[in-house]
């Protein structure tokens, strides 16, 4: 019954749930609060096929109790170094009902001395007691044994340390956004046709137009099969600053940005993993200032109390909105070229593709958008940013209401990175051609803004 005494409305009698376990077994797909599912493939593991259909079974059987994906990964991992554990005894069991005390108690030795092998103990235990086949005798009695409860081990930054954390967060942070303002500058000069053509800053502008349309810089295939920087010497080296992130932030600068927005809102990763876009609506009157408003989601809040509105203002250099300005113009070319399709609706530093929800790290990039750098990396050409590290980047772009959308060419528009067209730094196809497609006002009123 709800709050204003109405009794809710409920199912059909012939009502059935699905059930979490596909039909051969073997695959267990769980459904989070927002009913989007993930499926575990138990055929994966190294035991035999009876224990993975075990397995699969007590697993099932937790999907009343996980509400995330994040709980039933979790779970799945800790499963997976059991599994592995078993595959390491000298005689394999069939199945579940296969194992002996001897067993588990080598098991709980392996495990119990680390905080992390104690969790993985209290995960597996309370999943297999789930089995009835284990419900009785000595192996039931050793999977009810109590696992002590980790010793905390972390220890909180006094307020010396974290003067300390920010200040070094903040200056990598700064560095990285003032170089990708810089090169973003001159991109944009070179898009207006505001640079001598064959000059040398053309010449930059043309390779970091390639940059922003592919995430990476132009290279020429080798004899050998591996792909070299074309004109590194003009972009002045081949690591990432002097490449690609000329316009995107590296995994450790996106690391210091979410340093500085976890101190500055108390945000943590989950509201990262969620968060939408700022938006910045217009102000009667007001010229200087600008006020987004953040929405927050935060799940562990209860329910009926997940999502709030903040709204954070841009008044000065010292002002919190000014972090959310700086993220939003550091993260820009990232959120453009993950956009879909590669192309994005952009008129300011705080209005792009509406509903879109897409990170500011060039390696969190859609494959669709780029070609791979070598055969053994990953279709983002780097290996992918670590996962705390993507959900703090992930500034959506937000949606305005007093702007009129701006198309920029699709990457597909243009030429992989691998097909120069035998000129020195200079990459076959239309899309090089600068104000091809472009509107030059887009990353101007990007960064003219404070």
């Given at each position: 019954?709800?709050?204003?005494?109405?009794?809710?409305?409920?199912?059909p009698?012939?009502?059935?749930?699905?059930?979490?376990?596909?039909?051969?077994?073997?695959?267990?797909?769980?459904?989070?609060?927002?009913?989007?599912?993930?499926?575990?493939?138990?055929?994966?593991?190294?035991?035999?096929?009876?224990?993975?259909?075990?397995?699969?079974?007590?697993?099932?059987?937790?999907?009343?109790?996980?509400?995330?994906?994040?709980?039933?990964?979790?779970?799945?991992?800790?499963?997976?170094?059991?599994?592995?554990?078993?595959?390491?005894?000298?005689?394999?069991?069939?199945?579940l009902?296969?194992?002996?005390?001897?067993?588990?108690?080598?098991?709980?030795?392996?495990?119990?001395?680390?905080?992390?092998?104690?969790?993985?103990?209290?995960?597996?235990?309370?999943?297999?007691?789930?089995?009835?086949?284990?419900?009785?005798?000595?192996?039931?009695?050793?999977?009810?044994?109590?696992?002590?409860?980790?010793?905390?081990?972390?220890?909180?930054?006094?307020?010396?340390?974290?003067?300390?954390?920010?200040?070094?967060?903040?200056r990598?942070?700064?560095?990285?956004?003032?170089?990708?303002?810089?090169?973003?500058?001159?991109?944009?000069?070179?898009?207006?046709?505001?640079?001598?053509?064959?000059s040398?800053?053309?010449?930059?502008?043309?390779?970091?137009?390639?940059?922003?349309?592919?995430?990476?810089?132009?290279?020429?295939?080798?004899?050998?099969?591996?792909?070299?920087?074309?004109?590194?010497?003009?972009?002045g080296?081949?690591?990432?600053?002097?490449?690609?992130?000329?316009?995107?932030?590296?995994?450790?600068?996106?690391?210091?940005?979410?340093?500085?927005?976890?101190?500055?809102?108390?945000?943590?990763?989950?509201?990262?993993?969620?968060?939408?876009?700022p938006?910045?609506?217009?102000?009667?009157?007001?010229?200087?200032?600008?006020?987004?408003?953040?929405?927050?989601?935060?799940?562990?809040?209860?329910?009926?109390?997940?999502?709030?509105?903040?709204?954070?203002?841009?008044?000065?250099?010292?002002?919190?909105?000014?972090?959310?300005?700086?993220?939003?113009?550091?993260?820009?070319?990232?959120?453009?070229?993950?956009?879909?399709?590669?192309?994005?609706?952009?008129?300011?530093?705080?209005?792009?593709?509406?509903?879109?929800?897409?990170?500011?790290?060039?390696?969190?990039?859609?494959a669709?958008?780029?070609?791979?750098?070598?055969?053994?990396?990953?279709?983002?050409?780097?290996?992918?940013?670590?996962?705390?590290?993507?959900r703090?980047?992930r500034?959506?772009?937000?949606?305005?209401?007093?702007?009129?959308?701006?198309?920029?060419?699709?990457?597909?528009?243009?030429?992989?990175?691998?097909?120069?067209?035998?000129?020195?730094?200079?990459?076959a196809?239309?899309?090089?051609?600068?104000?091809?497609?472009?509107?030059?006002?887009?990353?101007?009123?990007?960064?003219?803004?404070?």
């Open positions: 019954m709800s709050r204003r005494g109405r009794r809710a409305v409920l199912p009698t012939d009502f059935t749930t699905e059930s979490p376990l596909a039909a051969n077994g073997l695959v267990v797909t769980i459904v989070n609060k927002a009913g989007h599912g993930k499926d575990f493939a138990f055929s994966d593991l190294p035991v035999p096929e009876a224990m993975q259909r075990s397995l699969a079974t007590v697993f099932a059987a937790q999907q009343a109790k996980w509400t995330s994906h994040y709980s039933a990964t979790a779970a799945w991992n800790r499963l997976k170094v059991f599994a592995n554990f078993v595959s390491s005894l000298e005689t394999l069991p069939d199945d009902t296969g194992l002996d005390a001897a067993a588990l108690k080598r098991w709980r030795l392996q495990n119990i001395s680390t905080n992390t092998g104690r969790t993985t103990l209290r995960v597996v235990h309370r999943m297999l007691r789930d089995d009835p086949r284990l419900s009785e005798g000595p192996v039931a009695e050793e999977l009810a044994r109590r696992v002590p409860s980790p010793k905390p081990v972390r220890k909180s930054y006094d307020e010396e340390e974290r003067e300390h954390v920010l200040l070094a967060a903040g990598q942070f700064r560095a990285a956004w003032l170089r990708i303002r810089e090169n973003s500058e001159l991109l944009e000069r070179w898009r207006a046709g505001a640079l001598d053509e064959g040398r800053d053309w010449r930059l502008g043309e390779a970091l137009d390639h940059v922003a349309r592919v995430g990476d810089v132009p290279r020429t295939q080798l004899p050998s099969g591996r792909q070299a920087i074309t004109n590194r010497g003009l972009l080296g081949r690591d990432s600053e002097h490449t690609w992130g000329r316009l995107f932030l590296t995994p450790s600068e996106l690391t210091a940005l979410a340093v500085l927005l976890t101190d500055r809102f108390g945000w943590n990763l989950s509201v990262y993993d969620r968060i939408p876009a938006t910045r609506d217009p102000s009667v009157a007001e010229t200087t200032n600008v006020t987004y408003q953040v929405q927050v989601e935060k799940r562990r809040a209860g329910n009926g109390r997940w999502f709030s509105t903040e709204n954070i203002t841009d008044s000065g250099a010292d002002s919190p909105g000014r972090l959310i300005t700086q993220a939003l113009q550091a993260t820009l070319h990232g959120r453009l070229l993950a956009g879909p399709g590669g192309s994005a609706a952009v008129a300011d530093s705080s209005s792009a593709s509406p509903g879109t929800r897409a990170t500011g790290s060039r390696t969190s990039a859609t669709a958008t780029r070609a791979p750098r070598r055969p053994a990396q990953s279709a983002a050409g780097s290996a992918p940013a670590p996962a705390a590290i993507s703090a980047s500034f959506a772009p937000p949606a305005t209401s007093d702007t009129a959308p701006v198309s920029r060419a699709p990457a597909a528009a243009g030429p992989s990175p691998s097909t120069p067209d035998g000129r020195s730094g200079r990459s196809g239309p899309a090089t051609q600068p104000c091809s497609g472009h509107q030059p006002s887009a990353l101007a009123a990007a960064w003219s803004s404070h």
